[in-house]
């Protein structure tokens, strides 16, 4: 794990440096569903292989994962906006934010889910996904073009995008909680059949 967070943390920050950089200058696909998905999955893969240094006091306010579901969703949500992802691609210092901001939603995001509930977790993902399916939808059926520093074509490419990575998003999401719920049953199960053993 702790490879794997090195090299997806790697991979993202080289598409901000030359001679990757012209990626995510001249392609919308490459920076929102590349980089930053990219970003978010270092930061995770981070806080799961380093749980104490990522973790520990810095989370004692993360009861059922609230602050970091909370704190994950306000960072993604801010670079979902295509005036912020302009930013991005002509100022240096917007990018860097982005690139150190992404993995700590990353990070955020896996201390959250870690720690919430299948509730927590519904309302979050009810939330989160439904905005990004929006975003997609939108930029792939408006006519305006809403980043400068892209086509029409590449946001047009963009917008689908999105819309297939919240469907993966969904079915990743509701496979996860199918398989918690299926091991959670025999637990279940187990105490009721030594209890009715132990009464007879």
């Not at 992404?102 to 977790?121: E, F, M, N, S, T």
């Amino acid at each position: 794990m702790k490879a794997l967070a090195l090299l997806l943390g790697l991979a993202g920050l080289a598409l901000s440096l030359p001679p990757l950089r012209v990626l995510i200058e001249q392609s919308m696909v490459w920076h929102m569903l590349v980089q930053m998905p990219l970003l978010v999955a270092a930061g995770a893969c981070a806080a799961m292989a380093w749980p104490q240094a990522l973790g520990g006091r810095a989370w004692r306010w993360n009861r059922y994962g609230l602050t970091g579901f909370m704190l994950a969703q306000c960072i993604t949500a801010y670079w979902m906006v295509p005036a912020l992802v302009d930013r991005a691609v002509v100022l240096p210092g917007a990018d860097a934010a982005k690139v150190a901001t992404l993995w700590l939603a990353g990070a955020a995001l896996r201390q959250g889910w870690a720690q919430a509930p299948i509730a927590v977790q519904l309302f979050f993902v009810g939330y989160g996904l439904p905005m990004l399916a929006w975003l997609g939808f939108y930029l792939a059926s408006t006519n305006l073009r809403l980043c400068n520093a892209y086509s029409m074509e590449s946001q047009l490419r963009a917008g689908w995008g999105m819309l297939g990575l919240a469907a993966v998003l969904g079915l990743a999401w509701a496979w996860s909680l199918r398989r918690h719920v299926g091991q959670a049953t025999p637990a279940r199960r187990a105490p009721a059949a030594a209890t009715s053993a132990t009464q007879r």
